[in-house]
């Protein structure tokens, strides 16, 4: 199957901060990347949709200001946490598909662990 | 409302034995429906997809079954091995925006 890198698996910020997160499609040309969040023991809940070379569709919820996504190439977009908060902790996991229907897979990377202290 | 629903939230099986685990949406109109298996602190991969057309596929030691008119799906393990402890996510394609509705998976653990 097609191989999503994300980077960093952990990472630990001071509040306040701002933090990074990359998703690479390694194998693939990813028209179109996810972004999720997963609190322990509950679902993975749908961030925001970015299609390459366009703003990126936020869920309602989500602040659009606070979450930064950049989908720059149709191999990486990435996911800034801006003044990062406690709250902000969690398990933040993207996938990617290619141009396709609706049977399209995605693929997830490997998770990040946020955690904002 | 989109929603996925799993069974059980957790189960423990010894090694070896077969296992089932139950899904039930309510999304509509419904496109497609998944099985991932999810490692702690890992992202998710795919194990199955299945169309409102097909009844059953496999993948190995993972067989997914779908009734799209109960809107029930179950994933049936064959002679689990401890490598297959990890969390079984079911999700279910459409709705508005044709989006992935995830449940919140069965934890499995298997054990000697």
């Known amino acids: 199957g097609a191989v999503v890198s994300q980077h960093p698996s952990r990472v630990i910020c001071k509040s306040g901060t701002s933090v990074k997160i990359e998703c690479r499609s390694l194998d693939f040309q990813a028209t179109t990347m996810f972004w999720y969040r997963q609190f322990p023991k509950q679902s993975l809940m749908l961030m925001a949709t970015s299609n390459e070379g366009s703003k990126a569709t936020y869920e309602q919820g989500v602040e659009k200001d606070k979450f930064l996504i950049n989908h720059a190439s149709l191999t990486l977009s990435t996911l800034t946490v801006t003044s990062a908060h406690p709250e902000d902790s969690s398990f933040y996991i993207c996938s990617a598909s290619r141009k396709g229907g609706v049977n399209t897979e995605a693929f997830f990377g490997q998770g990040t662990r946020l955690t904002v202290v | ?112």
């Open chain 2, 1 to 112: 409302k989109n929603q996925v629903e799993q069974s059980p939230q957790s189960l423990i099986i010894l090694e070896g034995k077969n296992c089932t685990l139950q899904c039930n949406y309510t999304v509509s109109p419904f496109s497609n429906l998944r099985w991932y298996k999810q490692d702690t602190g890992r992202g998710p991969v795919s194990l199955t997809i299945m169309t409102f057309s097909e009844n059953t596929k496999s993948n190995g030691r993972y067989t997914a079954t779908l009734d799209a008119d109960t809107k029930q799906s179950s994933l049936h393990i064959t002679a689990s091995q401890l490598s297959d402890s990890a969390s079984y996510i079911c999700v279910a394609r459409g709705g508005g925006g044709n989006k992935l509705t995830f449940g919140t998976g069965t934890q499995l653990k298997v054990e000697l």
